[in-house]
């Protein structure tokens, strides 16, 4: 399974980056290559061109500031799953990653490689889903900031177009000690996910739920924000009547069948998973569900 | 088509070549340097027999070009031995241990467990079955391996004084 | 006195190479001037070829040639593959042709090969190879297959069945009739791919001064190999060398002689240039065979006290396209089945259909899991409806080791009668049972239960035949340097054939173990040879190395005599040295020795002395030896998810006496991961036009480190009284029993919801819905 001809670009600024793209015809983005070269190698894609941006300067690091987590796009996932910052400030990333393929694609893949290949059951694009994240894409024409609803167009398509690349990725950070639980279910350790679900919650001062963000990953196309289950949290009390009820309204998802496993299946894990993620989010208050 | 010049080390070793952008890491250390000890399995970044260390990370040298480690350090199994041939602590445990088979997988093997012990100086036999998830076995079933991982751990800590 | 190797833990020979990243496989095997190949192969299930147009690849450069079947030698061109094991009961004997002429049966199969500088050009040029298919309705599943209207697998065929034959003995109508109790189940069965890491591999090398065509490949069978490509290349024997150099899994699959093992050597041929080919992943899982779906329907009689008086049933097997390997897997699933329970009458039907997929051919356990999956299904039901503990019915219906020779009342797949040389199948179960500390389960459980945790235990026995003949050969030779060659047409692809043989020449003879130099895998060390399959290889190359050990021992203790001027019965052979017992123990060397035994040029010999001391022996057992064994697992499940995770598995083993129990260990733990695979995992998926769906790691999903526990082995040795050594094979038994017992496991975790599991490989969202007809989640939550 050898990969077909491509001629290879590395350059090293933004601006060569994004010139490079613009100029030239069937070229694709190399970041990490844990999911592009694998297509290569199998040629379901073939590309005359790969831009590598592993030595453009300024893309990768992780910067918190004014309550914004502002992660470079060639910032590789291990260099996430070590940060204290991560773990402090978005203790939902830290949990989701240990899901995230296994050591060592996680010393090469990048958190942008992740959303710009946008498998529906990554995890990665799920907590950008869950926070809301905007998305940083670059090219010649310049910079623009993508919410992630808006990013996530459907089957393994977001809004890059072929001549831009993803620069960075905001995360509007939840106030610290927030409630937060990623459950996956995979068949083996590290395997795709054949349904993700991924919680957090914050606490008003009367104890109740002042906000909640419900996704799912695995399920459709790309991750899907549950707004009814949201909604029946918001303004209750965080206990196991909730988090049940939230958690059945999960099962109305819409779910694809293939070979891993069936719409009903999926429909299933969603509820099971979302109950779980909340009880872990719970757990962070010390609230038992 | 258009060859592009990789300079990089291998092994402690300075090697310069010219190569196909698409040849990848992995075929490159096979048959540009005759470093057979890797092995493809899948070609698709799953089955881990292909394991090397680029600047001292586990990676898969399937999915990574020769061209990308331009400038970067490469480790594989064939530095683990000394020169005379003499087997290091991990490897000597792995023979006690029965923790290989055929010896496809091993090279792989060799060096996830190798990162593995230069990372954590004590770790669990969770700690090795997760990392391990990430090089697949088809003869051993794995428990050899996990207990040569745990073995040279302890002599490790032994050596130095632990 | 040297230490004894037999029975002794002993460190391989394999290893330090191996480990040292120095290990020598097909593809790490480069020659000068050598070429790549790459295959071009249908990309349907079933299509007519109407023509193939190979200029535009031709042209590519780099590209050296582009090989249809017209291309090809004689026998190859026109005629289909040799079959390697026929049977008359095959209606259906078809094979492949090397390179498909009109007809492709399955997505994959071979249709031309491209040779060009390197793999990469020559997968380039592949892509260009234009071939015109007409594309026909195919079958895909073995059921469909049987329907009036059903496509056909073959359009030279009128039918989809392939075979249709009967094992029984006894009367089973009668049986049933006036049983006590009668039991069905309908049984779904998958078993993958033997997924050995190592691919399939072949380079052919001609060299015209010698007119030998030197051939490697990664084949648990250089000699079978050697055969077939001498007919199919139409070459003599002696001019084709094939080697089996380290080899990275076999498994089964690798056993087969395939296509490419033909068409790489021709090409080599006609462009007189080596010639390499390195399969992919994506072309083994399409190309490589492998076992698949098996429908079984079969029923249990018992008289009041729970003893069974018959069993009968039905079995329908998926062979796939063609039949390489005759219908051993589905012969062996058929006589397996009895197992080591007294069954007074046994019938079972077997239907081999054909589909347009890959050949089915045996992969570790080869048709052995299945036979007992049936009958441990059918006991764990019978117990249920008996209200009698799992364990409880099955001592009451154990043949007693008293019994042994036991006399089955089939014909097993060597064409023997089957009996069971030797065997104490209760005393397995009741140390498989002491290892997991079975007495305390209940409690366990109950406890468990407690704190919301759904655990199980599943047991299951099984019996298998070992040692298949009809032989393998051992030479031993001492050399001038005083180093003993060993060569044997035993082959190696993990299971440590270098170190056991060893062991057992170093014992024999009375040298020392690193003295010896071995020669496997390779057609030109010894002339006849079989090669690895059917745990095979400790029977019968283990005690031909015995017998020719013994042999030149006598040899030795012959000339030595001789030489020191003492009586025969004085000399002690040791470490390499034969030894005058009394006196001042005067010793003469192997090196010594092995020179005189050379001869002086124009001397006589001394009378009796023959050439050299050096003896090739084929053991040819008389038929199988039979292995046993017992396995228990404890699982948990998760019923929200219907995940099953092992937390413990005990294994009583069997297989005779043990050469190496490091090795035997391994091959035990190992064949218990491939059987944890069969039960929960792997399932080799396509679709209705028999596409193949799952033909990655990531879909086709193989256990993984989390996934195996440590397993806890007792070892039982009943001797088997059919070889020297009085060994069994080791390699499968680990396999055989597994999804049986797991299963069983499974269903014990959810007993209290009444669930009823007769499949494998059992998935999750099986378990789910299981559970919710069940009404499970009326008591468990829907979410919690």
Known sequence: MKAAPFTYHAPRSIDEAAGLLASLENAKVLAGGQSLVAMMNFRYVIADHLVDLARVEGLAGIKVANGVMRIGAMTRQRELEFSADVERL?????????????????????????????????????????????????????????????????????????????????????????????????????????VGAAALVALGPDKAVQRASLTLCGVGTGPVRLDESEKLLTGRRLDRAAAIEAAKAARTVEAMSDVHATADYRRHLAGVLIFRALRDAAARFGIEI | MDKRSVSLRVNGRQYERE???????????????????????????????????????????????????????????????????????????????????????????????????????????????TVLTGNLCRCTGYSGMVEAALEASRRMREQRGN | MGAQQFGARVARVEDPALLSGRGRFVDDVKLPGMLHACFVRSPHGHARIRGIDAAAAKALPGVHAVFTADDMPAPMAAERMPMLVPNPAISAALTQHCLAREEVCYVGQTVAVVIADSRHIAEDAAALVDVDYDPLKAVS?????????????????????????????????????????VFSE???????????????????????????????????????????????LDRSLESIRVIAPDVGGGFGPKAIFYAEEAVIPAAALKLNRPVKWTEDRREH????????????????????????????????????????????????????????????????????????????????????????????????????????????????????????????????????????????????????????????????????????????????????????????????????????AVATGATNQGQGTRTTLAQVVADRLGCRFDDIVMT????????????????????????????????????VVKLAAQVLGVPADDIDVEDGMAVARHGNRQSVSFRDLARLAQGMPGFSLAPGQTPGLEHTAYFAPPQAAYCSGTHVVEVEVDPMIGSVQIIDYAVAHDSGKIINPLIVDGQIQGGVAHGIGNALLEWMRYDENAQPLTTTFADYLIPMATDVPTCKIAHVESPSPLNPLGVKGAGEGG?????????????????????????????????????RRAGAYEKLGEVA
């Not at chain 1, 024409?141 to 990725?169: N, Q, Y």
């Open chain 3, 520 to 555: 496997i895998g390779d057609t030109a060390a010894i002339s006849q040879g079989i090669g690895a399959f059917a745990s095979r290889q400790a029977v019968n190359a283990g005690s031909s190395a015995a017998l020719a050990g013994a042999e030149v021992r006598t040899q």
């Open chain 2, 19 to 129: 190569v196909e952008p698409r040849l990848s890491l992995a075929d490159f250390l096979r048959h540009e340097l005759d470093l057979t000890g890797t092995h493809l399995g899948c070609e698709h970044g799953v089955c881990g027999a292909c394991t090397v260390l680029i600047d001292g990370r586990t990676a898969r040298s399937c999915l990574t070009f020769a061209v990308q480690v331009d400038g970067c350090e490469v480790t594989t199994v064939e530095s683990l031995a000394s020169p005379d041939g003499a087997l290091n602590v991990l490897q000597q445990a792995m023979r006690e241990k029965h923790g290989l088979q055929c010896g496809f997988c091993t090279p792989g093997v060799l060096m996830t467990l190798t990162e593995l012990l230069n990372d954590n100086p004590d770790p669990t036999e969770d700690d090795v079955r």
């Open chain 1, 90 to 194: 978005c203790p939902l990333m830290k949990a989701a990653l240990l899901n995230v393929g296994h050591r060592q694609t996680r010393n090469r893949g990048t958190i942008g490689g992740s959303l710009a290949h946008a498998d529906p059951a990554a995890e990665l694009p799920a907590v950008c889903a869950a926070h809301d994240a905007l998305i940083e894409i670059t090219g010649r024409r310049g910079t623009r900031k993508v919410p992630f609803a808006e990013f996530s167009l459907g089957f393994m398509t977001t809004a890059v177009e072929p001549d831009e690349f993803i620069s960075a990725i905001e995360i509007p950070l939840w106030p610290e000690g927030h409630g937060a639980g990623f459950r996956e279910y995979a068949r083996r350790h590290g395997d795709f996910a054949i």
């Open chain 3, 186 to 232: 309908d049984i779904w069965q998958h078993r993958g791919g033997g997924m050995a890491m190592e691919a399939r591999a072949v380079i052919a090398q001609p060299d015209p001064l010698s007119g030998l065509l030197t051939v490697w490949s990664a084949t648990q069978t250089p000699h079978i190999g050697r055969r077939m490509m001498a007919d199919l």
């Open chain 3, 141 to 181: 599943d073995c059921r469909e297959a049987l329907k009036d209207g059903s496509p056909r697998a073959h359009l030279a065929l009128d039918t989809n069945i392939a075979s249709k034959f009967r094992m029984a003995y006894g009367d089973v109508d009668a049986a049933f009739a006036s049983a006590a109790h």
């Open chain 3, 735 to 771: 396999t055989i029993p597994a999804a049986a017992a797991i299963v069983a496991a499974v269903e014990d975790a959810l007993a209290e919801f009444g669930v009823h599991f007769a499949e494998c490989p059992l998935m999750p969202d099986r378990i789910v819905e299981a559970l």
């Open chain 3, 285 to 484: 899982f399409m190309c490589a065979t492998q076992e698949r779906d098996q429908y079984w329907n079969v029923s249990i009689a018992l008289d009041p006290y729970g003893k069974i008086v018959g069993v009968r049933g039905t079995l329908l097997h998926d062979t796939g396209a063609f039949v390489p390997w005759g219908i051993i897997m589905p012969y062996i699933a058929a006589a397996t089945m009895p197992g080591p329970y007294v069954i007074p009458n046994y019938a079972l039907d077997v239907t081999v259909a054909l589909t347009n997929k890959v050949a089915t051919t045996p992969v570790r356990g080869a048709g052995r899991p299945q036979a007992v999956f049936a009958m441990e299904r059918l006991m764990d039901r019978a117990a249920q409806e008996l209200e009698l503990d799992p364990t409880e019915i099955r001592r009451r219906n154990f043949i007693q080791p008293e019994q042994m020779p036991y006399s089955v009342g089939l014909t097993f797949r060597d064409g023997k009668p089957l009996v069971y040389d030797s065997g104490d199948y209760p005393k397995a179960q009741s140390e498989a049972l002491r290892l997991i500390d079975h007495a305390a389960f209940r409690r366990r459980q109950s406890k468990a239960r407690t704190e919301g945790r759904f655990i199980g235990i599943g047991l299951a026995n099984y019996v298998e035949g070992t040692g298949l003949g009809p032989y393998e050969g051992v030479t031993v030779r001492i050399l001038p340097n005083g180093k003993v």
